[in-house]
């Protein structure tokens, strides 16, 4: 008896916050409407921030960042004194469809290329990529290499950054591998949202707007990211040996580590961006002093100059 009064117990908990999480999530989406410009690339859409009116173009690509184009917000607002910026979620981020391409380095690119041509931003683009975004765009400038004037990487994943990493290294940065059942129910069931809520309200760059289109689109979302992140050995492998030739790059790095744990792995962590300059004849690196892994967040001006320098040339 007592454990069916436990069961049923549990169902009507479920029931109601399964009944809770889908009316927020259309009062949500009803309130933001349509959420802003899309391009058709395609047989799904993809949503994108455009900044500013001037002849130089700056593309912004996120990292594996539930956030997609938010994270840029600080530094895109700067960029646009002196370019065109043009932000994005990537397929199935916020409010950009998924389709059903798989999550690959070549079609996240073919993605942004398609995106662009549909936009008709002015040629070429500095690209600017933060952690994950950075395989994105090696994949970018390997296919598309004349529309790319040069690079900005922001502390950049290395496509070897787990191939030859210590063994406790490699085994930390393993990622999680979540059954697809249970992404789903955590996420129907609200479980998804009160964590990321408690991840909103302990930073402060995040944003009532951010917490809205992630709450209306939390399903999509939480699964393309955990998409990306299934698949990033191969993301990894699929770009190693792409290199830029003379485009002009400048790597910035971070000095300080977000986890404790990886405080020992510093040196290593530092040897991968300084082998990121091999990517270019005319390369450059930034250490940022005082950052962790988001230095668009935690000191935007070393990357407005990085892009500002590279317009100039």
Not at 150 to 167: C, F, M, R, W, Y
Not at 284 to 292: D, F
């Amino acid at each position: 008896m007592i454990l069916k009064i436990l069961f049923v117990g549990v169902l009507l908990v479920f029931g109601v916050t399964f009944i809770y999480e889908q009316y927020s999530r259309y009062s949500t989406k009803k309130e933001l409407g349509d959420g802003g410009t899309y391009a058709d690339i395609g047989g799904y859409n993809l949503h994108y921030v455009k900044k500013g009116e001037n002849e130089t173009t700056v593309i912004f690509e996120a990292g594996l960042d539930l956030r997609g184009h938010h994270v840029w917000k600080k530094v895109e607002n700067e960029v646009l004194q002196f370019a065109t910026t043009v932000s994005y979620d990537r397929a199935g981020i916020l409010n950009s469809q998924r389709g059903d391409k798989k999550k690959s380095c070549k079609n996240m690119a073919y993605d942004l290329h398609m995106m662009l041509e549909k936009i008709q931003v002015q040629k070429p683009y500095i690209l600017v990529a933060h952690s994950l975004g950075g395989l994105v765009i090696r994949a970018y400038v390997k296919e598309y290499p004349n529309e790319v004037k040069g690079v900005v990487l922001v502390d950049s994943t290395h496509p070897e950054q787990i191939e030859k990493a210590p063994e406790e290294l490699a085994t930390m940065m393993k990622t999680p591998q979540i059954p697809g059942w249970l992404t789903k129910f955590l996420s129907i069931t609200g479980v998804t949202r009160i964590g990321i809520s408690y991840l909103f309200n302990s930073d402060s760059n995040n944003s009532n707007e951010l917490k809205n289109e992630i709450n209306a689109n939390l399903d999509s979302t939480v699964s393309s990211v955990i998409d990306e992140m299934k698949n990033l050995k191969n993301l990894m492998k699929e770009v190693k040996g792409i290199t830029f030739g003379d485009i002009p790059l400048t790597i910035i790095g971070s000095t300080k580590s977000d986890n404790k744990k990886f405080e020992p792995f510093k040196e290593y962590l530092h040897s991968l961006q300084e082998n990121n300059l091999k990517l270019s004849t005319h390369s450059n690196i930034i250490w940022a002093e005082n950052s962790g892994h988001f230095i668009q967040l935690e000191q935007p001006e070393l990357v407005i100059e990085a892009i500002k320098k590279i317009s100039e040339l």
